[in-house]
């Protein structure tokens, strides 16, 4: 049985993901405008590496089969070009703006999970989806405002993601959490090298540092979310992770002089709303095909 404290651990936790994950979009927002997304993305992932020494053993000593060793490199192909689609919205679009949106990869999920797994659809789950789909609308406002390329990169970023969370199901079965995330970490460092190569400039020390920075952010998070969700339940642990787009409407307003969209905090609002219900049905039914929404994968 849960004890009182555990809760409340789980609580804490997710407050020290958000912050790990909202410090990796505040260094990527400062520190790679100079740098092609492609090769960002490749720095923060080999600098990453390193983070992965302790799994080496395991890693090289594990047997894979044929049919997982394409799971994980069809993972690490999706999750290879979501980055980089992540990396060059977050240098073309206010922070609000890339956080509200990548709210939609649970309903990716959804949708996947329907179309390639045979998972049904129930009818208030599909107003959910379309409800979630309208808070895009209401925060890019097609025809009021110029639809950017960094909000065409952000909508294929979540499809993406969406995409990587579906092969990881089967292997998350099969292998532990440490396994998963080590593969996912080398395949996409490999994708990542040919797109970085073909557009390679000379980083400063400094853009190294900044780099390792975000590599050390997005670890810790992924690890504070792994121990907020052995503590608590998703059901407690979900809520907190919507402070994320608190802190992204804030931190832009404070240093990127990213004042705050009305319409942007409804579409949030709404897609926030929507994704919160799927999880409440998916945990009254007692199963979990959607990731909690501040999963963040970069």
Known sequence: MTTPSRPLQGI????????????VTAVVKHAAQDLPAAEAAFLRYLLGLVFLLPLARSLLAARLTRRDLGLFAGRGAAHTLAVMMWFYAMTQIPIAEVTAMNYLNPVYVTLGAAIFLGERLAARRIMAVIAALLG???????????????????L????????????????????????VVAMLSVTVT?????????????????????????AFFATAGHYAMTRAFAAAPISVTQPVTFLQMV????????????????????????????????????????????????????
């Open 190 to 214: 490999l994708g990542l090298a040919p797109f970085a190569a073909a557009v390679w400039v000379t980083p400063t020390p400094a853009d190294l540092g900044w780099m390792f920075a975000v």
């Open 136 to 154: 895009v609308v209401v925060i890019l406002r097609p025809g009021f405002r110029e639809v950017e390329t960094g909000h065409l990169a952000m």
């Open 12 to 23: 804490l936790w997710m407050i020290a993901t958000g912050l790990c994950f909202i410090a």
């Open 247 to 298: 802190w992204a409407v804030l931190l832009g307003w404070a240093l990127f002089d990213e004042p705050p969209d009305g319409f942007v905090i409804l579409g949030a609002a709404i897609i926030i709303a929507s994704v919160s219900f799927i999880a409440w049905r998916e945990s009254r039914l007692k199963r979990q095909i959607t990731p909690p929404s501040g999963a963040a994968k970069y």
């Open 156 to 179: 294929g970023t979540a499809m993406l993601f969406g995409a990587s969370y579906l092969l990881a199901k089967p292997l998350s079965d099969r292998y532990s959490a440490g396994m």
